[in-house]
C-alpha cells in the first residue's frame, strides 16, 4: 500500500567542546553516555577525516589530517564528542512522535566498508536504512536516510537525523549565510539558501570551516536553533515559541510538511558537507575552553567559577609581546585573566587562564564574553564567545514589599519608592539591583528602567571614622585629614547637618573622640594619632564607635579603614552586625582586596555599606560616602507606554532564593486642579495647608510630602475610613522648618483587597 510519506532531515548542527560537564542538568539535555554503551562500533577512516558509528546510528565525525597542511586542523572534532558521543543519531517520527532509532526499531544491523557506513532498522511496518560515505576526493561526507514503509494510509511518516558538530577544538561553530553571520534562533528556506558555510570563529580568523548543501527540490525549512530547544524539536509541535540569542547552535532541516510529496512508500535525500581550506590568516590565533552553559546544583550556579585557559597560537616566525589581556564582559559575568601580558616565540603557543564567575541571575541569560590580546600595536586577537547562565531557582515567598509612594506628576515618567522586608527575619534588605526586579504595567513586562537607592532627604547625619593606628597606616591616616573640610562641605551641600566623631585602634581601642562639626577640632585629633603594632581588634573598635553620642533621627554611618584581618576573641562578625543592624548604623569599609569577601564583607554586607579599596584615591572614596543613600529605600523609574486612564502595577523582588510581589493601581494625572480624593487650602500656602481627604471604600492610606528631588520631607500616616483633615505647618519630620518652593503632596490608599490607589498634586509654600 503507498501513503504519502513526508521526510523529515535533521542535521542538529550543535557545537561544543566539554560540554556534558556542563549541560544543563534535564535528563533530555544530556550529550554524552557513558563509553560501556559503546558496544558494536565501526570506524572509517582517510587522510582527512575519520566517522565513527555506535549501534543505534549514533555517530560522531573528526579529522585526522584536515584539509590543510597546517597542523590546527589536524585531530580536531567535526562532532561533539569525537569519537565517543551519543549527541548525532538518525531519528524518525510516526504520526508525529519523535523516536530514535534504538526507540522505534525491533532489528538494527550495523555495517561497514572502507568508505561507508550504515546502519538499518526494521519493524513490522517500517525499514530505515542510514548511511554515511567519505567523498570521492576524501574531504566530505553524505549523510542518507532511506525510509520504506507499509503502514496505513492516513499514518504519516518523517525521517531524518540529528547532526551535531563541533568545529575545531572548544568551538561553537557559527553559520555563515551569504558573509553574514546568524545571532538569534532563525529559519531559511533551502530552495533560497542550499548552501550554507560553518566557521569555527566569527572574529579575525576563521579557523576550521565545512560546507552544508542540502537539497533545493522542495519548499525545505532550515532552523536554526539552540540545543535545548531543538533536541527535542518536531514539526508538528505548535506551541508558541520565543527566540533566543544563539549560544549552542543546531541547525534543523525540516522538508515542508505542509507540501505535497510524491506518493510512494520508497523516500530518501541527502545532504552533503565539505572541509574547506581552513583560515588561519592572523598572526595570532587563539581557541577557549570556555564551556557553553552554567548548570545549577542544589539551587546554585555551579561551577559557580569556572578555570578556563586560552591556547594562543603564534602563526608568524617572528616573536610576539602581547602587552594586554583582557576581558570583555557583561554585568551578570566576572572574568579574571591570570596575566596581564605574555611573549610566544615563532610558531609555538601558550596558555592564558581566564576565571569566569558566574552572578547569581533570577532569569536565563544569555552572555557575550571575549577575550582581547593586544599588542603595541593594536589588538592582535579577539575571541568570543556566548554562555548559557540558568536562572537561580526562586521562592515566590519570603519577601514583603513596602510601598512608599508612586509619583505620576510627570506622567508617562512613573517613579515608585519602596522598601523590601524579609519575612523570616524582619530586617530591610539593603542590596538590591536590576537584576533583583520584574516590573510589569498592566501585565506587560517593563524591561527598561532606572533603579538605585533613595538619595537621603537631608537632616541630620554623624559619621564616625574608624582608624586602624597599626604603623603602615600613616598615609591613610594623613589621607583622611587632608581630605576631611571637602568630605565636610560635600555633606553640607548635600542639605545634611553633619557630626564627625574618630575612634582609632590597633590591639585595644586607643582614642575615642565624640561626634562633633568643629573640623579643626577633629584635624588636630587626626594630628595628634601616634602609630604602634599589634594584632588590630576591628570588633572592639566598631563596638566602641556604636555607642557615640548620635543624634535622635540622624543617619547614622561608620568608615571602617584597616589593611589587616582581625581577632573574634571578644566580639564576633555576628555581634558586631547584629548590634550595627539595632542601632541602625551602616558600615562602609575601606580595606585590601584580598580582605573584602572574608573579613569586610561578613559586616558591611549586611549594614547595607560599601567596600572601598585602600589603595584607591581617598578623596574619591569620602565624596563617594559623603552621597549617603536612604539605607532600605529604593527609588524605581521608568516610561508608561499606556494610554488607559487607570493601571495597574507588578512589582516583583526575587533575592536569595527569595521572592515577593505587589500591585499597585494608578490613575493618569487630570488636567483638574482638584483631585477626585485629595483637596487642599490654600495654594501657595503661608504659614499652613490643610488636606481633606475621602477615603471612600479604602481601609487606610497616609499623605506623604516630598521636595522636587522626590525626598521625603512629611509624612502623615494611619488615615481611616472615615475620612481626614491634615493641617500642616511646613516643617519637615525633624520639626524644622523647610525652604520655601515646590513641593509634592501624595496621596496613598488602601482597599481591602490590599491594592493601592495613589494621587499627586504639586504644592507652592511661599514666605
Known amino acids: ?114 568508505i561507508s557506513i550504515s546502519i538499518a532498522g526494521l519493524s513490522d511496518k517500517i525499514q530505515s536504512t542510514f548511511e554515511i560515505a567519505l567523498s570521492e576526493d576524501g574531504k566530505g561526507i553524505y549523510l542518507n536516510i532511506e525510509t520504506i514503509t507499509s503502514l496505513e494510509s492516513n499514518q504519516t511518516v518523517t525521517s531524518g537525523f540529528v547532526f551535531d558538530p563541533a568545529l575545531g577544538k572548544w568551538g561553537d561553530g557559527y553559520v555563515d549565510i551569504k558573509g553574514s553571520y546568524v545571532d538569534r534562533e532563525s529559519s531559511v528556506w533551502s530552495k533560497d539558501q542550499s548552501s550554507i558555510e560553518l566557521h569555527e570563529r566569527r572574529t579575525g580568523a576563521n579557523g576550521l570551516m565545512l560546507n552544508l548543501d542540502f537539497p533545493v527540490t522542495d519548499d525545505d525549512e532550515i532552523n536554526f536553533l539552540n540545543w535545548q530547544y531543538a533536541e527535542v524539536y518536531s514539526p508538528f509541535t505548535t506551541a508558541d515559541f520565543t527566540p533566543d540569542d544563539l549560544y549552542d547552535l543546531t541547525i534543523v532541516y525540516v522538508p515542508n510538511t505542509a507540501s505535497d510529496h510524491l506518493d510512494s512508500d520508497t523516500l530518501s535525500r541527502s545532504v552533503s558537507m565539505q572541509l574547506l581550506e581552513p583560515d588561519f590568516s592572523s598572526s595570532l590565533f587563539t581557541r577557549w575552553d570556555l564551556p557553553q552553559f552554567f548548570t545549577i546544583d542544589d539551587g546554585l550556579v555551579f561551577p559557580n567559577q569556572i578555570n578556563t585557559y586560552a591556547e594562543v597560537y603564534n602563526l608568524s616566525s617572528s616573536t610576539v609581546n602581547i602587552t594586554s589581556i583582557y576581558a570583555e564582559e557583561p554585568p551578570n559575568i566576572i572574568m579574571t585573566p591570570s596575566q596581564s601580558s605574555m611573549e610566544l616565540a615563532g610558531s609555538t603557543f601558550g596558555f592564558a587562564n581566564v576565571k569566569v564567575k558566574s552572578k547569581i541571575v533570577y532569569e536565563d541569560k544569555i552572555a557575550d564574553v571575549a577575550i582581547v590580546f593586544q599588542g603595541s600595536s593594536g589588538i592582535l586577537d579577539v575571541v568570543s564567545k556566548r554562555i548559557f547562565i540558568p536562572q537561580t531557582p526562586v521562592s515566590d515567598v519570603g519577601l514583603t514589599i513596602v510601598n512608599d509612594s508612586i509619583n505620576t506628576t510627570n506622567h508617562p515618567k512613573i517613579d515608585l519608592v519602596f522598601s523590601v522586608d524579609e519575612d523570616a527575619t524582619g530586617k530591610r534588605i539593603r542590596r538590591l539591583t536590576e537584576e533583583n526586579i520584574f516590573l510589569y504595567e498592566n501585565q506587560e513586562r517593563i524591561s527598561v528602567f532606572e533603579f538605585g537607592k533613595l538619595k537621603g532627604s537631608g537632616g541630620l547625619i554623624d559619621v564616625v571614622f574608624v582608624l586602624d593606628v597599626s604603623g603602615s597606616m600613616g598615609n591613610e591616616i594623613a589621607a583622611v585629614r587632608d581630605n576631611l573640610n571637602e568630605f565636610g562641605q560635600s555633606l553640607a551641600e548635600n542639605g545634611y547637618d553633619y557630626n564627625i566623631g574618630v575612634v582609632t585602634f590597633s590591639t585595644t581601642v586607643d582614642n575615642v573622640w565624640d561626634l562633633t562639626n568643629d573640623l579643626v577640632e577633629i584635624r588636630q585629633n587626626l594630628n595628634s594619632i601616634n602609630l604602634w603594632g599589634g594584632t588590630e581588634d576591628s570588633p572592639s573598635a566598631l563596638m566602641e564607635a556604636s555607642n557615640l553620642s548620635f543624634r535622635n533621627g540622624s543617619k547614622r554611618t561608620i568608615i571602617w579603614i584597616t589593611d589587616e584581618p582581625y581577632p573574634e576573641h571578644k566580639y564576633t562578625k555576628q555581634q558586631v552586625v547584629d548590634h550595627m543592624l539595632e542601632n541602625g548604623i551602616t558600615v562602609h569599609g575601606v580595606g ?53 486612564q487607570e493601571n495597574e502595577i507588578k512589582l516583583e523582588i526575587r533575592y536569595a532564593g527569595l521572592g515577593g510581589n505587589k500591585t499597585l493601581v494608578y490613575s493618569k494625572p487630570l488636567l483638574s486642579t482638584n483631585p477626585q480624593k485629595l483637596s487642599f487650602f490654600p495654594n501657595p500656602f503661608n504659614p499652613s495647608i490643610t488636606f481633606n481627604v475621602n477615603m471612600n471604600n479604602y481601609k487606610k492610606g497616609k499623605v506623604t510630602i516630598y521636595n522636587v528631588l522626590g525626598q521625603v520631607v512629611k509624612e502623615f500616616k494611619e488615615l481611616d475610613k472615615a475620612g481626614n483633615s491634615i493641617t500642616w505647618n511646613a516643617v519637615n519630620n525633624y520639626g524644622q522648618l523647610i525652604s520655601t518652593g515646590f513641593y509634592l503632596v501624595q496621596l496613598t490608599l488602601q482597599d481591602y483587597k490590599n491594592n493601592e490607589y495613589t494621587e499627586t498634586a504639586k504644592i507652592l509654600y511661599l514666605k
Not at 521526510?7 to 557513558?34: C, H, M, R, V
Not at 504520526?95 to 532489528?107: A, H, K, L, S, T
Not at 584580598?594 to 565624596?623: C, H
Request: proline share 3%.
Open 1 to 114: 500500500m503507498k501513503i504519502k510519506l513526508l521526510l523529515l532531515f535533521l542535521p542538529a548542527l550543535l557545537i561544543a567542546q566539554y560540554k556534558a560537564g556542563y549541560d544543563i542538568d534535564e535528563t533530555k539535555l544530556k550529550k554524552s553516555n557513558s563509553i560501556n554503551e559503546l558496544t558494536g562500533s565501526q570506524t572509517i577512516s582517510n587522510q582527512y577525516l575519520e566517522v565513527t558509528m555506535l549501534q543505534g546510528g549514533y555517530f560522531t565525525i573528526g579529522t585526522t589530517g584536515g584539509a590543510s597542511e597546517s597542523a590546527l586542523d589536524d585531530n580536531c572534532q567535526v562532532t561533539f564528542g569525537h569519537p565517543y558521543a551519543k549527541t548525532s543519531y538518525p531519528i524518525v517520527f510516526i504520526d508525529g512522535q519523535r523516536y530514535r532509532f534504538d526507540e522505534v526499531f525491533d532489528q538494527i544491523t550495523i555495517e561497514s566498508n572502507e
Open 592 to 644: 585590601l582586596n584580598e580582605l573584602q569577601t572574608e573579613w569586610f564583607d561578613p559586616i558591611i554586607y549586611p549594614t547595607g555599606g560599601n567596600f572601598y579599596d585602600i589603595n584607591g584615591n581617598f578623596r574619591d572614596i569620602l565624596l563617594d560616602v559623603s552621597n549617603i543613600d536612604s539605607e532600605d529605600r529604593f527609588l524605581l523609574s521608568y516610561e508608561s507606554t499606556s494610554t488607559q
